[in-house]
């Protein structure tokens, strides 16, 4: 028994805190008994010396030192505070009625509004709560099928998992040692993509079954110009000017310029533009934008320009994605005040919201550090590169078992377990392979979104079923989720055979031709046929000032 358990013993300390989680225990604390209780079995048989928790207190205070996770904090409260200040309930609404003479506009607006509090908030709770507060009510009134309405604002509240600044891939950078500021360039344009492939999916069904994605009708539109118009015209002007002053910002800049630090330049312009117009029009009462075109650019410029700040300069080099955190942070308590909508009640309950979830990530951490300890110690990480490693298939096989077994572990588990538990054990062997770690970290993030939309465990699922009426059903719900699973599923098979979508934006090391490097000596005259040492002139003292001595 003594001898299979010492032969055993990385595959028993894995089962057994894959029983633990499964029985619903803590997770911080399943990890960390399991680390210590399967500790001082090796210790007792000989496996482990008695010296392994010695090195505990340092794996601990390494989280609290880890200043990469103080980004968490600062993002969580910037989102708190952009939700609670109203800022979703504006976007929805004037987006709604931008989309909403369109078949499936409302449909559209929540993946619109989705995808902009994904990048201004990064939680899923108050992307998902909010649209459902909001949009569900409104779209079921106006004829939206129930199963398309729940999966649509569903779906739209867990991009908040993959586009950029989500906490997600600042956990997923962390734990696969690589820079936050590279992971959300990569994980950009997969974002992007998926967003479209909601909207894709929403024109499609406007085509096969139109009845379940109604336009909005006249006297549901509150946007209306004194000649009856709806005044999209002034808004169309509006952003062609917008683009036409980012391009020619744009041919302004050196060629040498990195195209990403282009885009973010030409982008930040492109959007201030049209909001000194909007504030010129207004300020001196000039008439020349309608109603629409000055709401639209009121509401959707200030968190635009908020993330822009956030992620521009974090992908400009300017700050690190800690700094770029404590701007955004900042600038949400500034938006909640120009707003009028800051006051003692609703920052308490952003810091309150912000300090359970920051401690519920560290305490998960400190649990995954102390299991590591005895993993790593009686050589776990070996036994699951052998095991992956020797998979049929290479590279293309390693990838297949991988997504299933986050796939099926994501029902059980949330993000924040799988990249604390999981990732650092695939980590080594991708890198082992040859795979890089950025695309492998966006890869993963793509498919643990999935997580927030499995039926029947799915956290967005339960998030909307707490605020969804009770003309919606559970199982409505849940059959509304399963196609964006899919078009999910869709996604990590385009990120795996177009690995370019995350790679584009990356930096790549110049490779050195050892042919080319020229090594200068010093002028020095020495005989290499002597004996003696080579001797290098003397420097001069330099004299010292009058009145010191030498």
């Given at each position: 028994m003594t001898e299979f358990l010492i032969a055993n013993m990385a595959p028993i300390i894995f089962a057994s805190m894959i029983v633990f989680l499964l029985l619903g225990f803590p997770v911080a604390f399943a990890l960390a008994a399991n680390g210590v209780v399967f500790g001082l079995i090796g210790i007792e048989l000989g496996l482990l010396g008695p010296q392994l928790f010695q090195a505990l207190p340092d794996?601990?205070?390494?989280?609290?030192?880890?200043?990469?996770?103080?980004?968490?904090?600062?993002?969580?409260?910037?989102?708190?505070?952009?939700?609670?200040?109203?800022?979703?309930?504006?976007?929805?609404?004037?987006?709604?009625?931008?989309?909403?003479?369109?078949?499936?506009?409302?449909?559209?607006?929540?993946?619109?509004?989705?995808?902009?509090?994904?990048?201004?908030?990064?939680?899923?709770?108050?992307?998902?709560?909010?649209?459902?507060?909001?949009?569900?009510?409104?779209?079921?009134?106006?004829?939206?099928?129930?199963?398309?309405?729940?999966?649509?604002?569903?779906?739209?509240?867990?991009?908040?998992?993959?586009?950029?600044?989500?906490?997600?891939?600042?956990?997923?950078?962390?734990?696969?040692?690589?820079?936050?500021?590279?992971?959300?360039?990569?994980?950009?344009?997969?974002?992007?993509?998926?967003?479209?492939?909601?909207?894709?999916?929403?024109?499609?069904?406007?085509?096969?079954?139109?009845?379940?994605?109604?336009?909005?009708?006249?006297?549901?539109?509150?946007?209306?110009?004194?000649?009856?118009?709806?005044?999209?015209?002034?808004?169309?002007?509006?952003?062609?000017?917008?683009?036409?002053?980012?391009?020619?910002?744009?041919?302004?800049?050196?060629?040498?310029?990195?195209?990403?630090?282009?885009?973010?330049?030409?982008?930040?312009?492109?959007?201030?533009?049209?909001?000194?117009?909007?504030?010129?029009?207004?300020?001196?009462?000039?008439?020349?934008?309608?109603?629409?075109?000055?709401?639209?650019?009121?509401?959707?410029?200030?968190?635009?320009?908020?993330?822009?700040?956030?992620?521009?300069?974090?992908?400009?080099?300017?700050?690190?994605?800690?700094?770029?955190?404590?701007?955004?942070?900042?600038?949400?308590?500034?938006?909640?005040?120009?707003?009028?909508?800051?006051?003692?009640?609703?920052?308490?309950?952003?810091?309150?919201?912000?300090?359970?979830?920051?401690?519920?990530?560290?305490?998960?951490?400190?649990?995954?550090?102390?299991?590591?300890?005895?993993?790593?110690?009686?050589?776990?990480?070996l036994w699951v590169e052998h095991l992956l490693v020797g998979l049929p298939g290479g590279q293309y096989g390693f990838l297949i078992v991988v997504n299933l077994l986050v796939f099926v572990l994501a029902f059980f588990l949330d993000y924040f377990e799988l990249s604390f538990i999981v990732v650092p054990l695939l980590g080594p062997v991708a890198e082992k392979l040859g795979i890089d770690l950025i695309w492998f970290g966006v890869l993963l993030g793509v498919n643990m979104q999935t997580s927030f939309l499995h039926p029947p465990f799915g956290f967005a699922l339960f998030f909307l079923r707490s605020v969804a009426p009770a003309s919606v059903k559970t199982s409505d719900i849940y059959w509304g989720a399963i196609p964006f699973v899919c078009i999910q599923i869709l996604m990590v098979m385009l990120v795996i055979l177009f690995p370019q979508m995350v790679t584009v934006g990356m930096d790549k090391a110049q490779a050195v031709d050892i042919n080319s490097v020229e090594i200068v000596l010093p002028d020095t005259h020495y005989d290499d046929t002597s004996s003696e040492p080579p001797t290098f002139p003397e420097e001069e003292p330099e004299a010292a000032p009058e009145g010191e001595e030498k």
């Open positions: 794996r601990i205070y390494g989280v609290m030192a880890n200043e990469t996770l103080l980004a968490v904090p600062f993002f969580t409260f910037m989102g708190l505070i952009l939700e609670r200040s109203g800022m979703a309930e504006d976007l929805l609404d004037t987006i709604g009625q931008l989309f909403g003479p369109v078949r499936g506009g409302l449909a559209y607006a929540v993946i619109f509004v989705g995808a902009l509090l994904a990048a201004t908030t990064g939680v899923v709770a108050a992307s998902v709560i909010s649209m459902g507060l909001i949009s569900l009510p409104i779209m079921l009134r106006y004829g939206y099928d129930k199963r398309l309405a729940s999966g649509v604002i569903a779906a739209s509240g867990t991009l908040a998992q993959i586009i950029p600044p989500s906490l997600v891939l600042i956990v997923m950078a962390d734990q696969l040692g690589k820079s936050v500021g590279d992971m959300y360039k990569g994980a950009f344009i997969p974002g992007l993509v998926l967003t479209g492939l909601y909207v894709l999916y929403v024109i499609l069904l406007s085509f096969i079954r139109p009845k379940w994605v109604p336009a909005l009708p006249p006297e549901a539109r509150i946007f209306r110009e004194a000649n009856g118009k709806t005044g999209g015209t002034s808004l169309l002007i509006l952003a062609a000017i917008s683009v036409a002053a980012g391009i020619a910002f744009g041919k302004t800049r050196p060629d040498e310029m990195p195209l990403d630090e282009v885009i973010v330049l030409c982008t930040m312009v492109g959007i201030a533009v049209p909001f000194v117009i909007a504030l010129i029009n207004r300020g001196c009462k000039l008439g020349l934008l309608s109603a629409m075109a000055e709401k639209v650019t009121f509401v959707l410029i200030p968190p635009l320009g908020l993330i822009f700040l956030v992620l521009g300069t974090i992908f400009l080099g300017i700050a690190t994605p800690t700094e770029g955190g404590a701007m955004g942070a900042t600038g949400a308590l500034l938006m909640a005040v120009v707003r009028r909508r800051l006051d003692g009640k609703l920052l308490r309950q952003a810091m309150e919201s912000t300090a359970k979830l920051t401690t519920f990530v560290v305490f998960i951490l400190i649990g995954a550090r102390v299991f590591s300890l005895t993993f790593y110690g009686v050589d776990g990480h």
